[in-house]
């Protein structure tokens, strides 16, 4: 039975891709910051860890607890909607640390058995919003474009090992609480020249309407890249990233 091992399980998109990798019968790790409550159905195949990307201490002894895995998500991450000018410098840091640097660290610390295996699936969850110029998330798309480059040149390194490697970009999802999350780093609305936009994208986030992605198309995308061996590099998740993956392309 494979095992993958899902960062960012306490909600959204990790905690659906966590349900539907179980309901198919494979071993789950389910790591997320401060576990708790029963948001996951009990199983036998279940194992839930406490896990921050940021910290090295708490990487090795989620990785040391989980044991071999054959799959790895990196979906952990959180973002934030402040103009250029006004972001915090430590914000901005935050933004790299867990985006960025947290998805090599976990990286690194599957890669060495991936390789001497010669097997493994690296599967990282960046944005939609990578794929065209966006107002306000300049610092998280600039992390998340990041991750892009970083794996696309890990394609490359790993194909001679028989390890294969995907990019998950899902689209706006306002079921989930990524934008709540991002509110606490909000700046801007006392500015007169930046309260219309800031006012402009908190509504566009919080609408419903037309082309969203859901938590479980990111699932489907992530369960895709996992076991089709013909999964492309790319994988867009959600009506709307498709669609911005077809006019970026």
């Known amino acids: 039975m494979s095992t993958v091992l899902i960062t960012g399980c306490s909600s959204g998109f990790g905690l659906e891709t966590a349900k539907l990798f179980l309901e198919k019968g494979w071993n789950v790790v389910a790591t997320m910051r401060n576990p ?28 040391e607890r989980a044991g071999s895995i054959d799959v790895l998500v990196n979906n952990a991450g959180f973002g934030a909607a402040v103009p250029i000018e006004l972001i915090e410098p430590e914000t901005a840091r935050q933004l790299f640390a867990t ?39 300049s610092v998280y798309r600039a992390s998340k474009a990041a991750v892009n480059a ?6 490359v390194e790993m194909e001679p090992f028989g390890v294969r490697v995907h990019i998950i970009l899902p689209g706006r999802s306002p079921e989930t609480s990524f934008g709540a999350n991002a509110m606490p780093h909000l700046r801007g609305l006392d500015n007169p020249d930046y309260k219309p936009l800031i006012e402009g994208m908190i509504a566009n986030f919080r609408d ?17 890249a996992a076991t089709d061996p013909n999964a492309p590099l790319w994988i867009p998740a959600g009506e709307d990233a498709v669609q911005w993956m077809a006019q970026a392309h």
């Open 36 to 63: 708790g409550g029963d948001i996951l159905p009990a199983s036998d195949n279940l194992t839930i860890l406490p896990l921050d990307v940021t910290d090295p201490g708490s990487i090795t002894s989620a990785m």
């Open 150 to 155: 970083l794996t696309e040149s890990l394609a």
């Open 208 to 224: 419903d309407s037309g082309p969203v992605t859901h938590a479980a198309d990111v699932a489907a995308a992530v369960w895709r």
């Open 99 to 137: 985006n960025t640097l947290g998805t090599l660290a976990m990286l690194q610390a599957v890669l060495p058995g991936f390789r001497e295996r010669r097997s493994g699936t690296i599967i990282n969850v960046t944005s939609s919003a990578t794929l065209k110029p966006l107002p306000l998330v």
